[in-house]
């Protein structure tokens, strides 16, 4: 699975799916550990599973403070400009929007763009 797939959904879902298949694999480990070689696979599946689990439930945490951080540098007077709730939410997003512009590097061009860009250059 891509990094990006992993990141781009809500990482506390999906740190808690991690997070349950770890813990399945640690009982499938100890239901297995008769079997050396198995044992030492579910085993070390668990743990890598567990890991990513943890992983991205520290990333959420981060992503939330992050996003608190954001809200909280929007000016209170943009906010009192913003009447209805729709609007404050407008005007969240669109700061939200221009920081990660701002924060988020071009994505390097991919193996059939490059060979476009070679073959219309000849």
Same mark, same amino acid.
């Given at each position: 699975?891509?990094l990006?797939r992993i990141l781009? #959904?809500?990482?506390?879902?999906?740190?808690?799916?991690y997070l349950?298949i $770890?813990v &399945?694999?640690l009982?499938?480990?100890?239901?297995?550990?008769?079997?050396?070689? @198995?044992?030492?696979?579910?085993l070390?599946?668990? #743990?890598?599973?567990? $890991?990513? $689990?943890?992983a991205? @439930?520290?990333?959420?945490?981060?992503?939330?403070?992050?996003?608190?951080?954001i809200?909280?540098?929007?000016?209170?007077?943009?906010l009192?400009?913003?009447?209805s709730?729709?609007?404050?939410?407008?005007?969240?997003?669109?700061?939200e @929007? $221009?920081?990660?512009s701002?924060s988020?590097?071009?994505p390097?061009p #991919?193996?059939r763009? @490059?060979?476009? #860009?070679l &073959?219309?250059s000849?």
């Amino acid at each position: 699975m891509a990094l990006q797939r992993i990141l781009s #959904g809500d990482p506390s879902k999906t740190s808690k799916l991690y997070l349950a298949i $770890g813990v &399945l694999s640690l009982i499938k480990a100890i239901a297995v550990r008769d079997d050396k070689n @198995r044992f030492r696979q579910e085993l070390t599946d668990a #743990g890598l599973f567990i $890991g990513v $689990g943890l992983a991205l @439930r520290k990333y959420s945490q981060l992503k939330a403070e992050k996003r608190s951080e954001i809200e909280s540098q929007v000016p209170d007077w943009a906010l009192d400009v913003a009447e209805s709730a729709a609007a404050k939410q407008a005007v969240r997003s669109a700061a939200e @929007r $221009g920081l990660r512009s701002r924060s988020q590097p071009e994505p390097e061009p #991919g193996i059939r763009d @490059r060979a476009r #860009g070679l &073959l219309s250059s000849r």
